[in-house]
């Protein structure tokens, strides 16, 4: 049997909060496909950055089966209500709270976050579009899509646990190797889990873990 | 807004250097049954701050915890039912938590908390 992930048809959204697309449906397809690997390390708690309508943190929690907590943020108010509502209607629970990336969850979770995941706003678009709010916090990226990345990254390998991964996701001109390369200065080595080739974008999935680990 | 959101929570404004534990002011509460889970329990307490649980606990009606938990309460079935309902089942639907150096509010409406921050406080 498949392993249960959440359902579109309980999938809360309105026209202020990014609807669940490829790049979601990849994620939560690559976080089903390695998490054999992820269960090995019996993870406790989860987090996801930017849960939009909640249909990723809800299949992170269906899997977690109740062995582990979920916990997950939006700058977006109304991306807050919908992921808490997309949530009940799966009959899971998370920790949902309004704020800017971590909003507030740090130091608390530092070095306890078993899976972070993050679908970051990748789009390259002009500096002055990023963090506008609304829906648009979703995608704006900014120059190369990556002004948001590029203030996560260096947050990341503090969050994890010993034994935690990251799993994002990220798009051909957000420089992979460059991402990858931040990654690795600051103790993290990553490999790309799924590239896929949706309408107008080439869209990858990347898996980022401590390098003392195998 | 679960108790257990609570104990991870923390005031990161700018200048504030203990913005934790944030104190906690009720005004509606709910109560929704979990799945009770022993081992999930005992997973959790190392990763919380028990002196800030057993205040929150307070704030919410849930008092007599004790200082610490020793090893022989996870087969003390009515701490660990406490436990779980203080920490998992109730829910604070609205309230609001404030910051024990700065005074800041942070509302929480409809069980959600709002950690915004305003531009000078980045």
């Not at chain 2, 944030?22 to 005004?27: D, I, K, P, R, S």
Request: with cysteine; net charge negative.
């Amino acid at each position: 049997m498949p392993p249960k992930i959440a359902e579109i048809k309980l999938t809360h959204f309105d026209g202020e909060v990014y609807e669940p697309a490829e790049d979601s449906f990849m994620l939560v397809d690559a976080l089903v496909d390695d998490w054999p690997n992820i269960e090995k390390t019996s993870p406790t708690i989860c987090l996801e950055i930017g849960s939009g309508t909640g249909y990723v943190i809800c299949s992170a929690a269906l899997l977690l089966q109740g062995s582990g907590v979920c916990f997950a943020t939006d700058v977006n108010p109304r991306a807050a209500a919908a992921t808490q509502a997309t949530l009940a209607a799966h009959g899971v629970s998370a920790e949902v709270a309004i704020g800017d990336l971590f909003a507030g969850l740090q130091p608390r979770l530092s070095g306890q976050v078993d899976v972070l995941l993050f679908n970051p706003p990748y789009v390259p678009t002009p500096s002055e579009e990023v963090g506008r709010g609304g829906v648009s916090a979703a995608w704006a990226g900014g120059d190369k899509g990556r002004e948001v990345i590029d203030r996560v990254l260096p947050q990341v390998n503090r969050l994890l646990s010993a034994t935690g991964c990251l799993l994002m996701v990220l798009v051909q001109e957000n420089d992979i190797e460059e991402v990858c390369q931040r990654l690795q200065e600051s103790g993290l080595q990553s490999r790309v889990l799924l590239k896929r080739t949706a309408d107008e974008e080439i869209l990858f999935i990347l898996k980022a873990w401590n390098s003392s680990l195998q | 807004m679960r108790l257990l959101t609570h104990n991870m929570l923390a005031n990161n404004a700018k200048g504030v250097t203990k913005g934790f534990p944030l104190g906690l002011e009720v005004t509606a509460v709910e109560t929704k049954e979990a799945e009770f889970n022993p081992d999930f329990l005992k997973k959790m307490v190392p990763k919380l701050e028990w002196g800030a649980f057993c205040e929150a606990a307070a704030v919410i009606g849930v008092t007599g915890f004790p200082t610490a938990v020793t090893p022989d309460l996870f087969e003390d079935e009515a701490f660990l039912k406490k436990f779980h309902n203080a920490l998992l089942e109730v829910h604070v639907e609205e309230g609001v938590l404030i910051c024990p150096e700065s005074g800041r509010r942070f509302a929480i409406n409809k069980g959600i908390p709002n950690m915004l921050l305003n531009e000078d406080e980045c």
